[in-house]
DNA sequence: TTGCATTTACGAAACTTTTCGTATATTATT
DNA sequence: AATAATATACGAAAAGTTTCGTAAATGCAA
């Protein structure tokens, strides 16, 4: 049984920070900081990082370690589940909840190597076994 | 060739427009409403749904037939290429680009009839053939 | 033709999300 | 100890999205 987590859903500019913190683990708000101005190739005043990241500590999306004077900031948020429910109300809206249509779609369009082709087969025998 | 429209991608409000364009074909903006007031179970007033549309079609995502009093609004966006782009948008945003990992998570989490395996089965027959 | 209902036009309020500036506290440096 | 650098707290501006109210135009009905 997997603890229902009732978090809220993140915003675009949540879930970046939220990207950053599941690939580098427990970060600083600086670090974080650094790592959205390169991506985004624009700097990002130091302070808008850090009031986001304090939103989403209130949101419980994040939690933070304040016993040094540089806040050690994780996220609590689960990537997979987050990614799961961000799926469905993505499906939802775009797709009319048929996620088979998504499948298709993103099957059909995206460049897929027959690796990739071979990974999907191998999860649908899964699938099919249980 | 496909021609390479240029639109915005829509907001969630346009897009839910667009689905019942695209569903309904050409539309006045009382029908757009009465479906929208419908699936919200929620009235939205008229005016909103009027304003909107007319913010559509500026952004030529709709245009529109004024030759009567009461005009028919048309969806311009294809709804093929719209959900290609916010589905290529949604996958960079939350699975950093990876569409194979959209997919896996879809058909892992989502309830898939042998059905609708025996479609994508043969789907990727038809990719590896290609 | 007078008035009633419906439509469009349009500005702006209401909300949400994102960005930033300033004040204050803490730590490091000279 | 004084100064500089860096951190947090916090309010509020800025930007984006959605909703609505009012006015003016148009067509229909009494």
Request: net charge neutral; proline share 2%; aromatic share 4%.
């Amino acid at each position: 049984m997997s603890k229902k987590s009732n978090l809220p859903q993140p915003t675009n500019a949540e879930l970046e920070i939220l990207q950053i913190l599941w690939k580098a683990g427990p970060s600083t708000v600086r670090f974080v900081n650094e790592q959205l101005s390169e991506q985004q190739e624009k700097e990002i005043r130091y302070t808008t990082t850090l009031k986001l990241m304090q939103i989403m500590t209130e949101k419980k999306l994040l939690s933070r370690n304040t016993d040094t004077r540089t806040h050690i900031y994780l996220a609590e948020a689960v990537q997979g589940d987050t990614q799961k429910a961000l799926l469905k109300r993505f499906v939802d809206a775009t797709f009319q909840g048929s996620a088979m249509s998504l499948v298709m779609q993103a099957l059909g369009n995206h460049e897929t190597s027959q690796q990739e082709l071979d990974e999907i087969k191998a999860l649908i025998e899964k699938i099919e076994k249980r």
